[in-house]
RNA sequence: GGGAGCUUAGCUCAGCUGGUUCAGAGCAUCUGCCUUACAAGCAGAGGGUCACUGGUUCGAACCCAGUAGCUCCCA
């Protein structure tokens, strides 16, 4: 048969994965193994493949395939996320473009245009994860609003509400007002815009001589500073600093508000930022979260001038029904035609942003459920600060610390379709009852409300965020609220790792952790892993706005899964962001040709079972023997670390320069009259299996290519996959060798880079004697140096040899005797920068052993490696001087 | 405004308890090779004032203080 000299993994991919479904491997069902177990981030349903999943997911696979590898009952969990806003607003622009309006439309209705839309498009996230690998038991996969996690979130709050944790009231929420909903602080973005600051002068009521403004006889005003004029219609009150000498004499005064000329008190409070604008602040309390707060301090009116879709309703009285913006150009055009506009400044601010739409947040009262979080959510930071529950990157638990001590309490009503509705029931007085139906609602209301006589009940038209939802992932996917007792949730909760964005630590992971103590009494997961965010070269997050990011379905067609996989991985430690590049895609799939092609030469080695086996060939095995057990040992320390990327590289470099570099090059048959000399058995036995280790710890990481050599390399039936294979042990090995061995390719190193620096070519066969000046000799490798060198001999001596190019090692000097001249010049020039590099590092050290204070302080080992250090450097400068005598 | 973190080679990052020839890796670059597994490759080489200033110490990339720049989170 005959094997392409590249990687070809498109024959390969789509194959693996249905043999691995067909025989299940991915699925997982209790039993008595150990359970390893992760639950995915539930991507929206909406979405597509982006590159943070790429990222994410790639993870889960590694720790879920090495887990299995591993021995464990390995259990990815997946599934979708209904996530109310994002998707209703895709639904919303679909019906529209179809000239349908939600308004037009019923719940009922609107509803049924959503699920079609779901089932149409819904799935293909999931799909598209298979095309990267991923392991999971999709026989398990869940939505978060299919009917028994609906069930979960609806029964969660009621017994929220009925232990009094739910509570309705009207607050301050960050209104959006394109998609006319509130939504969480979390869902705000902050960005820092342009803007102006108008300063606006107010009059004060009644006529107050100030000694500080002079000619000021009929009139005094104050000047505020403001970035939003357009809220002026809606002040209840100006605001200055107690201790402000500039406005001590307004005590007990009022103000009147421009254009609506309403009268307001002059209040004092240490909020005031003296510095900030002129010191005096206008209040409006229903625009403004700080306001607010003084308003409810000071006990002032609240006039609601924005209406919900960001126009000016008619509590403003003026500019009614035009949109903030608009009305913000405008006042300032009016004030200042009534000569109150004082000034207008150029300054940045932040302005908060809705991440779903990217409308501008406007601060709005209304009315809104909340649920309680002071005591809540106390479980919940205990167990991170004490390490029961691990983050990682550890640099996240202050930020963790910091959020959950200061949490507020979370809004968790939206003013939407698409989600779990709210199982609250109103009568015309706005008398409430939860429950889950509207029998049970009515049932409880008689005995709350026995003397009303109302037959009907209105269910709240609002539903829950979309996190109240998944805030119950690690539980309600195992069925722990419809079956508290049942075998899967009993098994594999707590789960073992989350993999997510840092972006969400708060959204979702802290609040999956409250829920998991308030449901469970236990951690949902012990360790969660936090990605970084995936950015382009120029370091901006990737977004489908900005257009910037790869389709990963092309990428994984262009240099195949596994080369993904292994290209995104290469760069992305736990929490920092991944500057991304397809050139490390390349650099995946050049690992995957070089892996290919390692078994194209094995594959092609003719097996004598009769030759014996040479001294070279032994050593070589003993080398790499002891060397993969060293690496394996390091790579399993790093996975227990999570450092994933070094797992990786460590990997890496002990295929592509341990194994094929080094190993394949020191065992490979001889090339004679044309043909491959056959290799003997035990060697190539042993080969066979160092190739099967190294395919096991690639496995993870890329999974079909190794298991299509896996079945290429021996003869293995269906079921024997690498996949369910067992992960390598380590156990103890000669460590000697493997240092012998760095001196051995030091002095290849050196003879290689003899042969370059006299342009030799690397088939004219050379000489080499060695003079052994420290230590004893050791033979064991000198076949190995042979044979990598190309040499004709390799001998000792007592003496220089005269003549030859040398080099100096630590404990030897090496001679190449050369059929051309030396240059003795250049001899020098290179001998002489050794010898002064050696001396002034002796130099270095002696200083060092000649400190008093050093002798007394270091530890013993300390001193006698310095001694040691002391003795090989003088060695060497006696050597190199010698050396360099010999030449004159 | 409050908090957290970062600054090491052209790029992306390691560097653990201060001490091994400790200044590293991968990529990129340069040089020579189409050497019968692989040019998606092989062999070799060159790259750094560890942001800056001071301090502690026998000894600092590492600990402390300050300065500058950057990033993120919260308000």
Redesign the pocket.
Known sequence: MEIP???DPKLTEDKWYAHWMKHKFFKSTPDEREPYTIVIPPPNVTGVLHMGHMLNNTIQDVLIRRARMLGKNACWVPGTDHASIATEAKVVALLKEKGINKTDLSREDFLKHAWEWKNKYGGIILKQLEKLGASCDWDRTRFTMEDDLSDAVIDVFIDLYNKGQIYRGVRMVNWDPQGLTAVS??E???KEVNSKLYYVKYKIEGHTPNPSQEGNVEDEWITIATTRPETILGDTAVCVHPDDERYKHLKGKRVIIPMVNRSVPVIFDTYI?LTFGTGALKVTPAHD??DYNLGVKHNLEVIDTIAANGKMSEAAGFYIGEDRFAVRKKIAKDLEEMGQLVKVEDIKN?VGYSERTDAVIEPKLSMQWFLKMDNISKPALENVLNGEIKLIPE?FV??YK??ME?V?DWCISRQLWWGQQIPAWYDDKGNTVVAKTHSEALEKYKIKYPTSNVQQLKQDEDVLDTWFSSWLWPISVFDGFKNPDGADINYYYPTNDLVTA??IL?FWVARMIISGYEYRGKKPFSNVYLT?IVRDKQ?RKMSKSLGNSPDPIELIEKYGADGVRVGML??S?AG????F?E?LC??G??????IW??F??IN?WEVDNNAKQGDANKIAIEWFDAKFNEQLEIINDLYSKY?M??VL?TT??LV??DF???Y??MI?PE?VD?K?LPIDKETYDATINFFEKLLKVLHPWMPFITEEIWHLIGKRNEKECIIVEEWPKTRNVNTEIVKHFETVMEV??NI??S???K?IS??EKLQLFEKVNQGEIIKTYDAIISKLCNLSSFEYVNQKVEGAFSFVL?HAEYFIPLSQNIDKDAEKERLTKDLD??KG?LNS?QI?LS?E??MA???PE?IA??K??QA??EA?IKAIEEQLTSLN
Request: hydrophobic fraction near 25%; charged fraction near 35%; aromatic fraction near 12%.
């Open positions: 000299k590249t990687y602080d979390e705000v973005i902050h930022d979260i700080n932040k640099k202050n930020t910091h959020w200061n507020h840092p972006e708060f970084g370091g290469l760069c430690p920092n962001d991944l500057p590049d050139s390349e650099q799939r050049n690992f995957s040709n070089k092609n390692a194209r030469l092609g450092r990327s070094e590289m890496y470099k592509w320069d094929c570099a080094w394949l090059e490979k090339f044309g491959s290849i190193t290689r880079n042969r370059k620096q342009n690397p088939k630590k590099y050696n590092f050290v060092k400190n204070k050093f302080n270091a530890k300390m490696n310095e040691k250090k090989d450097a060497k």
